[in-house]
């Protein structure tokens, strides 16, 4: 179950995705197999070679990819979730996820 998007932020990830950018989507989240985690970033570009590209750049696996319509993407959970963004300059997502979902 996803919730805490705004129609605004998600319009534009669709729009970056779709013209070929890696773009993040930070949402709340939970599943009974991760409760340890409350949110998940979808890191999508619609070119896949792109994204396969960017991922093998933090050891992520063609295997991972969740391959959906126009949007294949990771999912970030966890401390890679956090790595990432911090590597990509993801400040706000990474506050977002300190102030809204308690994780640090």
Not at 21 to 49: G, I, M, Q
Not at 51 to 66: C, D, F, Q, R
Request: hydrophobic share 35%; glycine share 8%.
């Amino acid at each position: 179950m996803a919730f805490g998007v705004k129609r605004q932020e998600l319009t534009e990830w669709k729009q970056n995705v779709l013209k070929g950018r890696v773009s993040f989507l930070t949402h709340f989240w939970y599943d009974p197999r991760f409760p340890e985690y409350k949110t998940v970033t979808k890191a999508a570009c619609a070119d896949r070679d792109i994204l396969l590209a960017w991922g093998g750049k933090y050891g992520l696996k063609e295997s991972w990819l969740h391959e959906r319509e126009s949007f294949p993407h990771f999912d970030l959970i966890g401390e890679t979730e956090k790595r990432i963004l911090r590597a990509e300059g993801c400040y706000e997502k990474l506050l977002q996820l300190e102030n809204k979902a308690g994780i640090k």
